[in-house]
């Protein structure tokens, strides 16, 4: 069973739910996500121009490979953020920040602005790592 142990020389990381660093040792596997989008199961983008929307769907759909994997949200060590609006972004990730708590998540990452996604009505992609 994995042993995860989260790194904060600071607070102010938390209210927006990650961590500065995670180390993983005693991993049996490790699970590197594609980065999960707001699409429907055929790949349609939904809730287009909604930032929050976008975000819970994209986390929807990372639960799922997730689950598919026999893994969980708590198993995610590290989460990427690209964007092609950081401040809309930013503004919304408090929501995500109470969700991760309740799932005992609390990962680094990275937030990336980028000019486009895959789709344009895409506003947000999350990439994500896991370990068992």
């Known amino acids: 069973m994995a042993q995860v142990r989260t790194v904060n020389p600071w607070t102010w990381q938390d209210a927006f739910g990650f961590s500065q660093a995670v180390e ?25 121009g909604d930032m929050t929307a ?21 198993n995610v060590v590290r989460l990427n953020y690209y964007t092609t609006d950081v401040a809309t972004l930013r503004a919304s990730l408090a929501a995500l920040a109470e969700r991760f708590e309740r799932a005992d998540c609390c990962p680094p990452g990275t937030l990336l602005g980028v000019s486009a996604l895959f789709h344009p009505d895409l506003m947000v992609e999350i990439e994500a790592t896991a370990v068992a």
């Open 54 to 74: 976008q975000l819970g769907q994209a986390l929807d759909n990372l639960e799922t490979v997730l689950a598919q994997a026999g893994l969980a949200l708590r």
């Open 24 to 48: 993983v040792t005693g991993a049996n596997r490790v699970l590197f996500c594609s980065g999960q989008t707001s699409v429907d199961a055929e790949g349609n983008p939904l809730h287009p």
